[in-house]
């Protein structure tokens, strides 16, 4: 949207025409590349239906902020008429006293269900539901129902999805989708019209992922979250969809051997990139040492066959590309409950054979580029080259394997400890194999090398 350019000029008023007619989504992006204070003052020009529809977008960066921004008063009013559970999101970002003073100003009704929401742990299924949904008793009509849908629309979060509840108790005791009942006559039973099978539930506490699971399982367009067979809310789509956007980005940026960014790239500070990325640096760096002190302990070794040292960098990388290979499809496994913690020996049988023909694979290539560079005369290893390359060769099969191994079993320890598996960073991991790698190597060619070199 290149409409925004004039902001510098303070032509605020245009902008606030162009925020009318733009699509949304279009609007937050543009939002989204422009300061705070910019923000604010754009949308203090913008319609309240406006206002309502931009922070509803749960991709609009910094909603707290920009609503705490707002007068008192219509920071409340734009919280009451926002869906319940974007509202929720704002207000469990704002800090103290700005929160309770916004939930005070709203009406006890409201009030409520978002601190019931707000009491939920993050990124449980009743942390991210919303309480606007379609239910109706199981003794209506079809017609009956359409005319209510009709009615409450508008207030709705989704009305493909209608909840059938008992009437005297309110339990949950089936679902039926929009195009389903349009089908039936209208002077048909809800009830029989609605296919009969208990409905695909989940309790408050259920964890958001298993929540997507279920919903990509089932083929659903929501999910209704029950505690003692009432229905507390549903989760739609959109929301679990925002929800693993949110977790992928954490787990991209752990596994990338640095904290979680919780601000856009572009808007992070120098001192907040800093300390993101400091202190997971300086313990990678820490661990490195590690590998200096291996290569200090054969420093003997490498004045006797300064050729070892050649080799170095192609058996470090290695260990540590298969030792990320395996993290990242266990990781992966265990995040979609593929696999859980029970199958880690099942896991270990997989990769051990697997990492010992990698290894054989790579060591074999090792082997025939030595060979090569020697007759084709581009590097002479000595008279002893037949020795070196099996020492490189049988290195990276124990390497490799060691590898492959120790990638695949560090996020299952990771995961009973408690800690988030993707901690095991491909860097963590690239870590641990470089060290140990270079034990391998120099304990393969004290072996093999025994009495000619060393």
Not at 209 to 215: P, S
Not at 222 to 237: D, H, M
Not at 290 to 314: C, D, H, R, W
Not at 411 to 431: C, E, N, Q, Y
Request: glycine share 8%; hydrophobic share 45%; aromatic share 6%.
């Amino acid at each position: 949207m290149n409409e925004f350019s004039p902001v510098a000029g303070g032509d605020a008023i245009t902008i606030a025409r162009v925020l009318a007619n733009d699509h949304v989504a279009d609007i937050v992006e543009a939002l989204n590349r422009e300061p705070r204070e910019t923000a604010s003052e754009l949308l203090s020009e913008v319609t309240f239906e406006r206002l309502v529809e931009i922070f509803d977008q749960p991709e609009l960066d910094g909603a707290s902020e920009l609503v705490e921004a707002l007068p008192h008063i219509k920071a409340g009013k734009l919280l009451a008429a926002m869906s319940v559970d974007r509202a929720a999101d704002i207000l469990r970002d704002l800090e103290e006293p700005a929160r309770s003073e916004l939930l005070g100003g709203l009406a006890p009704p409201l009030r409520v269900t978002l601190l019931a929401i707000l009491g939920y742990p993050e990124g449980s299924a009743a942390s991210i539901m919303t309480t606007e949904f379609v239910s109706v008793p199981s003794n209506w009509t079809v017609g009956r129902t359409l005319d209510y849908i009709r009615k409450v629309e508008r207030t709705r979060e989704t009305v493909y999805a209608i909840y059938i509840v008992e009437p005297q108790t309110q339990v949950l005791v089936r679902s039926i989708g929009l195009r389903r009942l349009i089908t039936g006559e209208p002077d048909d039973l809800i009830m029989a019209v609605a296919q009969d099978r208990v409905p695909v539930t989940v309790s408050p506490l259920t964890d958001g992922e298993k929540v997507a699971q279920l919903i990509s399982k089932y083929d659903l367009l929501a999910i209704p979250v029950v505690e003692n067979g009432k229905i507390l809310g549903i989760v739609t789509i959109d929301d679990i969809i925002d929800t693993m956007i949110e977790e992928t980005t954490e787990d991209v940026h752990r596994f990338g051997g640095m904290e979680a960014l919780d601000e856009p790239y572009m808007k992070m500070s120098f001192l907040t990139m800093i300390r993101k990325r400091g202190g997971w640096l300086c313990a990678l760096f820490i661990s490195e040492m590690l590998t200096a002190n291996a290569m200090q302990s054969y420093e003997g070794e490498l004045e006797k066959a300064v050729v070892l040292t050649l080799f170095i960098p192609l058996i470090m990388s290695s260990g540590g590309n298969s030792g990320s290979q395996a993290t990242s499809l266990v990781i992966r496994a265990l995040a979609l409950r593929e696999i859980g913690l029970s199958d880690w020996w099942r896991v270990a049988l997989r990769e051990l054979p697997t990492g010992l023909a990698l290894g054989a694979v790579l060591g074999v290539v090792g082997v025939c580029r030595i060979a090569l560079w020697q007759y084709l005369g581009l590097y002479d290893y000595g008279p002893h080259w037949p020795l070196i390359a099996t020492t490189v060769g049988a290195a990276l099969v124990g390497i490799v394997t060691f590898g492959s191994l120790s990638g695949s079993m560090l996020p299952f320890v990771l995961k009973r400890i408690g800690f988030d598996p993707a901690s095991a960073s491909a860097p963590f991991v690239a870590t641990l194999v470089d060290v140990t790698g270079l034990v391998i190597y120099f304990s393969v060619a004290l072996v093999i090398l025994r009495g000619t070199l060393l």
